[in-house]
């Protein structure tokens, strides 16, 4: 079976799951005004309506950044007033970031606190949200949150208030309380390919493809399964055992390992353009990083120059990514 012919039936089933019902959707609570619908035209009110609209966002910053998809929703929520704010619905500025000496952006003059400031302007909510992130990686006094698990969301909101994001001293309460009434914490356990992707069907008019294939940086991968070798997947895939090899900048005697990323096409030389840096966690690798993202291994140690193959990656180190 020709390797065409087989990409052909996995972007066949790429876009057949966009109208699959997603996996891993909220669960519903038996708490008092904590049950959140599954869809937007189900909302009750303003703030469901903006958790149901931005959660994918949080999710793939979570999942780019480490930074909690819970702690981003509920600041989200909380600054933007549920995203009816001037500063949200006019500046698409959803975390009350100020338009510091480093923005070279567009700004716009709102009122905080009795007096009149300078917030930084984006074209739309997603800017605001990438942005967000990059804020808290590139800003040392927020270091130490990186040190904390993705599920601690109240060591996260402590941390916060503790690096002043905001004046207010109750701020870590606030955030706490809105995500515990609308089980926030949940979304902290999505992934990227939970939201863009679903889980893929079979496709029996061709291969078995027993298996989810997901999207990034345009790129098409598989997680690797229990027991899978480069032999296996080249006569699932119709890829050669070589061209996988070379695909994701490994060797011949690599032994795949249960959820390793393996990409089905030639990686890219950088990141998507909103992708510029990633904070490194707990035992990541450039290799690790350079998978994640879909990045050419020999690119990213280009980009990154400080590191050999033998170096020991910190936690909180940035990683140019293109």
């Not at 905080?112 to 302007?121: E, I, P, T």
């Not at 990409?263 to 490194?280: G, N, Q």
Request: glycine residues 6%; proline residues 2%; charged residues 30%.
């Amino acid at each position: 079976m020709s390797r065409i012919y087989i990409l052909a039936s996995i972007v066949a089933l790429l876009l057949a799951g966009c109208a699959a019902p997603k996996k891993n959707m909220p669960k519903k609570s038996t708490a008092n005004n904590s049950a959140m619908p599954k869809e937007i035209s189900q909302a009750k009110n303003d703030s469901e309506r903006y958790l149901l609209t931005f959660y994918p966002m949080a999710v793939e910053q979570m999942e780019r950044h480490g930074i909690p998809a819970s702690i981003t929703l509920a600041q989200g929520l909380l600054e933007s007033g549920a995203g009816k704010s001037k500063l949200a619905s006019e500046g698409k500025n959803h975390f009350g970031i100020k338009a510091d000496k480093r923005w070279k952006g567009r700004t716009m003059k709102v009122m905080d606190n009795g007096a009149l400031h300078k917030f930084r302007v984006y074209d739309n909510a997603g800017e605001s949200y990438e942005d967000h992130s990059q804020f808290l990686i590139v800003n040392k006094r927020y270091a130490s949150l990186f040190r904390l698990k993705k599920t601690d969301y109240k060591g996260w909101a402590k941390g916060l208030r503790d690096a002043y994001y905001a004046e207010d001293r109750q701020y870590h309460t606030k955030l706490v309380a809105l995500i515990e009434r609308y089980r926030l914490y949940e979304y902290d356990s999505y992934t990227m390919s939970d939201i863009k992707n679903g889980r893929k069907e079979e496709n029996p008019k061709s291969i078995a493809l027993n298996r989810s294939i997901y999207k990034s940086n345009g790129l098409l991968y598989v997680t690797a399964r229990q027991g899978d070798t480069f032999e296996t997947l080249s006569k699932e895939l119709g890829i050669s055992k070589n061209k996988l090899i070379s695909y994701n900048d490994l060797h011949k005697g690599y032994k795949i390992e249960e959820g390793d990323i393996i990409y089905l096409e030639k990686k890219r030389s950088k990141a998507l353009e909103k992708y510029s840096f990633h904070r490194t966690r707990n035992g990541e690798s450039l290799y690790r990083i350079s998978q994640i993202y879909g990045i050419r291994l020999e690119n990213l140690y280009k980009m990154n120059p400080q590191y050999s193959s033998y170096t020991r990656l910190k936690v909180g180190d940035v990683i140019r990514l293109r």
